[in-house]
């Protein structure tokens, strides 16, 4: 059964750092790219970030770049999401996503657009405020 779990949301003062871990179960991450996603209430669904399994690239959204970071750790089927200097707009729920990619293909041509994403964990609650 594939499944992704997110976890490591929280509360956190603004400013501060949270790291979200995304666990897969029933399928390897070595065919996959993994991306992470967050919906604030009323909001789209938005890509944050990306990862490939082919070549290890990543790929960030510019809403987040320079204060978010992921990466994975292929052996223990888990990728991370680093997020720092938080504020209260990065207040939502956070998904991690995968897509099945072509041998070859970098984050960046993986893209972030969910409905190209095939599996999808629960969210996890990610809460900025003093």
């Known amino acids: 059964q594939v499944q992704l779990v997110e976890s490591g949301g929280g509360l956190v003062q603004p400013g501060g750092s949270l790291r979200l871990s995304c666990a897969a179960s029933?399928?390897?991450?070595?065919?996959?790219?993994i991306g992470w996603f967050r919906q604030a209430p009323g909001k789209e669904r938005e890509g944050l970030a990306s990862?490939?399994?082919?070549?290890?690239?990543?790929y960030y959204a510019d809403s987040v770049k320079g204060r978010f970071t992921i990466s994975s750790d292929n052996a223990k089927d888990t990728v991370y999401l680093q997020m720092n200097s938080l504020k209260p707009e990065d207040t939502a729920v956070y998904y991690c996503?995968?897509?099945?990619?072509?041998?070859?293909?970098?984050?960046?041509?993986?893209?972030?657009?969910?409905?190209?994403?095939?599996?999808w964990g629960q969210g996890t609650q990610v809460t900025v405020s003093s």
């Open positions: 996503a995968a897509r099945y990619i072509a041998l070859g293909a970098t984050a960046q041509t993986m893209g972030l657009i969910p409905f190209e994403f095939d599996f």
């Open positions: 029933g399928f390897s991450l070595d065919y996959y790219g």
């Open positions: 990862i490939s399994s082919t070549d290890g690239s990543s």
